[in-house]
């Protein structure tokens, strides 16, 4: 099946040290998507990706970075991990034509600790 | 700024009544309105959108919502409710020039036997 998968599911790092999520899709999506998650709260947008064009939000702290090297892959960065970006990080992809007409497609995302 | 309001964090409902999951929203033209699934520790499956066309949107697992533009609203209902349905709920519309989604604060939905 067609689906977009993220890897690890569970994530622990240490205050500070550098920690990278993937996110991979079958879909052949243009758009790609990170979210932050927090306890059950809506998803918050970090940044997207239309083909190579990176969108980052204004509020997205400079900790954060992403990279997509091809269609299919892509990457969040944290540099140095705080104890306030403990959450669930979400990846969605969605087909870029008719822009907000296309339903978003979630992975089922990285739960990330920090020690 | 397009945003979408959740009125109630929490729903409950007894097994085989109707439920239903209230959302309104606020946008600038033509409003793009989507529902999401999320169970735990499990990411948001797409339930169903509306984007033009009959009021009426019917969706996965039963799911179905009715887009009222008078009231600005885009609820959410399932005429019989089962156990399996308790999850977390969300609205969220986007705009047509945009594809980003603003996200609703989410409604918890349990479903008791």
């Known amino acids: 099946d067609a689906m977009v998968i993220q890897n690890p599911r569970y994530q622990v790092t240490q205050f500070g040290k550098p920690v990278t999520l993937s996110c991979s899709q079958t879909?052949?999506?243009?758009?790609m998507y990170w979210y932050q998650q927090k306890s059950s709260q809506a998803p918050k947008l970090l940044f997207h990706y239309y083909d190579k064009d990176f969108n980052n939000e204004a509020d997205t702290p400079d900790n954060f970075q992403s990279r997509r090297p091809n269609t299919s892959f892509c990457f969040l960065d944290i540099r140095s991990p705080g104890l306030g970006d403990a959450a669930m990080y979400l990846c969605?992809?969605?087909?870029?034509?008719?822009?907000?007409?296309?339903?978003?497609?979630f992975g089922d995302g990285t739960r990330l600790s920090i020690l | 700024a397009q945003s979408v309001a959740q009125p109630e964090d929490q729903v409950n409902v007894a097994e085989g009544n109707p439920l239903t999951v209230k959302c309104t929203y606020s946008?600038?033209?033509?409003?793009?309105l989507f529902w999401y699934v999320q169970y735990p520790n499990r990411g948001l499956q797409f339930l169903l959108k509306y984007i033009t066309g009959d009021n009426l949107v019917k969706g996965s697992y039963g799911f179905e919502a009715e887009f009222n533009k008078s009231q600005t609203s885009f609820h959410l209902k399932k005429p019989s409710a089962l156990v399996s349905d308790s999850a977390l709920y969300f609205c969220?519309?986007?705009?047509?020039?945009?594809?980003?989604?603003?996200f609703g604060a989410g409604t918890t939905v349990t479903v008791r036997a």
């Open positions: 969220a519309v986007s705009g047509s020039n945009d594809y980003k989604l603003s």
């Open positions: 879909l052949n999506h243009n758009v």
């Open positions: 969605a992809t969605s087909r870029g034509e008719g822009q907000g007409r296309q339903p978003q497609h």
């Open positions: 946008v600038s033209g033509n409003p793009y």
